[in-house]
């Protein structure tokens, strides 16, 4: 106990009651989780910033297929009209200029043609920028080069070996065995020029070069018309001016829209920063970069390529998809870096993981690289574990990605790192945990070999990391993901349920590392509650029970944190979130753990009354928050203990004032407590005594008859909320008409007869059972209601 002043502050008893909801005593309706997109999301995901590229790169072939179809035709009409058939008579400049411009002009195609392809090629260490703002400095040093070529090669060489260094260290590896394509030299000594990721640059000014000339010399034909003189009868010239006319307006047209194309290209990318504004509204970084530049390469040659709609098909993901499949490690980061900002991203999560998890090569490559341990992969396998992580956040792919063969062992691989809490470790954890939510998940997590044993191991925390002032989060993090792990496992209904209980309570570090949590992690709230609802789900196998209890200050340890007192200010406002309601929280837990321990264990029960806790037990009655759990400790205490211990539950008796006042006022979970605990105290009680508990607490048994009858009334069917309430009232009863004749007159006076004959024939499993995991019941009571309500009958039936 510290010096502050601690109290109780609770509005609203029954709402209280019912939210602090039991999870083992009352069976839980399946609670599958749905996939839903609402329509925010369904519109942000409609909202794609690629389709900006491919816009630009459909315009862009657009005016590229213009030009080329007027190349083809000025092409075809130089050959097949002038040269063929005004060859002789053209004079010698025209001639010249026209040999000229299908020269340079055939170069300016085969460039472009191939422009794509460097350009896709140079994509990691080129930006289209770049090329207009170091065009210059790159030339001088290609003609410095050419003049001087053992310096140009010893330049390069330095050039090199600094970003294989770079590299190197990068990638921990000693070395590469194939040259990166950006980096070939394609000729000896050519210096900057042939080096393959420059090619693109010297195909880009060539093209500039070629048509700028073009236009110059068709400008300068067409606005001269010096084309010879042509006698009149001279039939061989007179189309002459004509023909060369239409060939230097074809020529002048084509290179004007190349030049147009060129143009809207550096408006686009130069001065409005398309690509950049694109990567932006992706949230990919600077890193990006490269990564949307490739995009709209790949989308721009298809456009040129192909259809020019064929660019319009393509998108980030899809491009992302194929690049995760490739054997380049770049392509592979390219890839894994787009697909995990976009399945990160609200805007574009669910249509991104809809895609991913309806590629089945996509997922099985992104589960295959959780297991990649080269260090100069480690960005890679940490994007495609969070990757993962969100594939498996959502049902339907969560199946999938369990489904796939190995699966499970990968996931496993990320708990396995030379250090403990590292992201790696965090990742693993976290994807266990969201495939768990599927029971089947459960079951193959628990038959992998080592993985459940190595996420226990993650549930230890020191004294000194749990009393920190600033604990280490990861490790923090890592504690709590591997406990909401077991806990999720240990709830798992049915026959693989049993097992997984059986194996976690069995491993000797399950119950001590949670009672260390318990001894010291009182500044972690979250923690114990977590540690105290997996030892709750532990307590429905019966040698678990006896396991946790007999294991050294477990029990009074969840005594200490039962009664541990707290403060909540404003409970309207800060119910739910506030430290102090975090605190209630646990300790309601706490008080679950305890009556579940005290269930049918004689052994448990000696070992709480040892404690002497009864005072305290009865005093909790009278809390909002912890009468629910008193009372069912209270009465499990008095339900299962050896005859020997009863000395020790003396003066049990005073809890009746506060146990009678809940029966005549309270409803469903307390009311059903409170008239099971006051069973239990009236079978150790006289007819004198509860007699005299009846005249000291003002409550006339007439009155009383007919409470119990008006709860039979007002649950007529088996009731979700609190099974066991006709069981108790009818089992109350019987105990009376036992210990008072009179009450069996009471009870025809207000027809009990009668109700007790619906519950005859509304009686269902559910209210045949202890507790529930899930809405398997568990630890069955050893008297059918069915038998208690024939006893009951017969009292009545009594002359």
């Keep these: 106990m510290n010096g502050n002043v ?44 690629e389709k900006k590229l491919t816009l630009f790169a459909l315009r862009l072939s657009v005016l590229e297929k213009v030009a080329s179809g007027l190349g083809t035709l000025g092409f075809i009409w130089a050959t097949v009209v002038l040269l063929g058939g005004f060859a002789i008579v053209l004079d010698s400049t025209d001639f010249w200029l026209v040999t000229i411009i299908l020269l340079i002009e055939g170069a300016r195609i085969f460039s472009r043609s191939h422009e794509l392809e460097w350009q896709h090629q140079s994509t990691s260490s080129w930006s289209l920028a ?67 990721k420059n090619i ?73 920063n398309l690509l950049e504004q694109v990567r932006d509204e992706c949230k990919l970084g600077k890193e990006g970069t490269v990564s949307i530049r490739r995009f709209f390469y790949d989308a721009h040659s298809m ?65 295959e690289m959780l297991n990649w341990r080269n260090p100069a992969e480690q960005n890679i396998r940490l994007w495609a574990a969070e990757i993962v992580s969100k594939l498996a956040g959502k049902k339907r792919n969560s199946l999938r990605v369990a489904g796939i063969p190995g699966a499970m062992e990968s996931i496993s691989s990320l708990l396995y790192t030379d250090y403990e809490f590292s992201a790696f470790n965090l990742m693993g954890l976290l994807i266990l945990k969201k495939i768990a939510n599927d029971h089947d998940n459960c079951g193959k997590i628990g038959n992998t070999r080592g993985l459940l044993p190595k996420i226990i191991d993650y549930t230890s925390a020191s004294k000194e990391v749990l009393t920190a002032e600033a604990p280490t989060h990861a490790q923090v993090k890592g504690v709590q993901r591997s406990l909401q792990l077991v806990k999720m496992m240990a709830r798992t209904a049915g026959a693989t349920g049993r ?65 541990r007192e707290v403060v909540v200010v404003n ?81 049990i ?32 009680s006289s007819a004198e005594e509860i007699e005299e508990i009846f005249n000291r607490n003002h409550i006339k048994q007439t009155d009383f008859a007919e409470r119990l009858v008006e709860i039979l009334r007002v649950y007529r069917q088996p009731s979700i909320k609190c099974p066991r309430m006709r069981r108790f009232v009818t089992e109350m009863a019987i105990q009376l008409m036992n210990s008072n004749e009179n009450y069996i007159q009471f009870f025809r006076h207000h027809k009990m007869d009668q109700e007790l004959k619906i519950v005859s024939e509304t009686t269902s499993e559910l209210e045949c059972f202890h507790v529930f995991s899930g809405n398997v019941g568990i630890s069955r009571h050893n008297t059918p209601v069915s038998s208690l309500v024939e006893t009951a009958l017969q009292f009545l039936k009594a002359s």
Excluded at 36 to 43: G, L, P, V
Excluded at 586 to 596: D, I, K, N, Q, S
Aim: proline share 2%; glycine share 6%; hydrophobic share 40%.
């Design 303 to 367: 456009c040129v390529n192909g259809s020019i709609f064929d660019g319009l098909k393509m998108d980030l993901v899809s491009f992302a998809q194929e690049l995760l499949s490739s054997d380049s490690r770049d392509e592979q980061l390219i890839g894994a870096r787009i697909l995990r900002q976009f399945a990160t991203d609200e805007r574009f999560s669910d249509e991104t993981l809809r895609k991913i998890g309806t590629s089945a090569s996509t997922m099985e490559r992104l589960v």
């Design 499 to 563: 097992s997984l209980r059986q194996e976690i309570s069995e491993n000797v570090f399950t119950i001590s590392n949670i009672r260390v949590i318990l001894q010291h992690g009182r500044k972690h709230l979250n923690l114990q509650k977590l540690g105290i609802e997996i030892l709750m789900e532990l307590t429905l196998d019966e040698k678990a029970r006896e396991m946790i209890g007999s294991t050294g200050g477990v029990l009074k340890e969840l005594f200490e944190i039962f009664f």
């Design 130 to 196: 770049d090329a207009s703002r170091n065009s210059f400095r790159a030339l001088k040093s290609s003609f410095r080069a050419i003049l001087d070529p053992p310096s140009a090669v010893r330049s390069w060489w330095r050039r090199n070996r600094r970003y294989n260094d770079t590299t190197e260290q990068h990638s921990g590896s000693a070395g590469r065995r194939t040259w990166k394509s950006t980096e070939v030299p394609l000729l000896p000594y050519a210096g900057w020029v042939f080096l393959s």
């Design 571 to 651: 409970t309207e406002r800060s119910y739910g979130s506030g430290r102090g309601v975090d605190a209630v929280v646990v300790r309601v837990a706490a008080g679950e753990a305890l009556a579940m321990l005290a269930l049918e264990n004689d052994r448990n029960c000696e070992r709480m009354l040892k404690l002497g806790e009864i005072g305290r037990l009865v005093n909790a009655l009278q809390n909002p928050a912890l009468r629910v759990n008193s009372a069912r400790i209270l009465r499990n205490l008095c339900a299962y203990s050896r005859p020997e211990c009863f000395f020790r539950l003396a003066g």
């Design 6 to 49: 601690c109290l109780d502050i609770v509005e609203e008893p029954n709402r209280l009651s019912n939210t602090y909801s039991s999870n083992v005593f009352e069976p839980r309706e399946s609670s599958d989780r749905t996939d839903s997109i609402n329509a925010r999301d369904r519109t942000d995901n409609n909202h794609a910033p």
């Design 653 to 684: 008796s005073v809890a009746m004032p506060v146990v009678l006042k809940a029966i005549m006022f309270e409803k469903e979970k307390l009311l059903e407590v409170s008239i099971g605990l006051a069973i239990q105290i009236l079978k150790v």
């Design 200 to 272: 693109s640059k010297v195909f880009y000014w060539l093209q500039l070069l070629s048509a700028s000339t073009c236009v110059a010399l068709s400008l300068w034909r067409l606005s001269e018309q010096k084309f010879g003189e042509v006698s009149k009868g001279d039939t061989d010239k007179r189309n002459r001016k004509a023909a060369l006319n239409i060939f230097y307006g074809l020529a002048l047209a084509e290179a004007f829209m190349f030049l147009l194309e060129k143009a809207y290209w550096e408006w686009k990318v130069r001065y409005q």
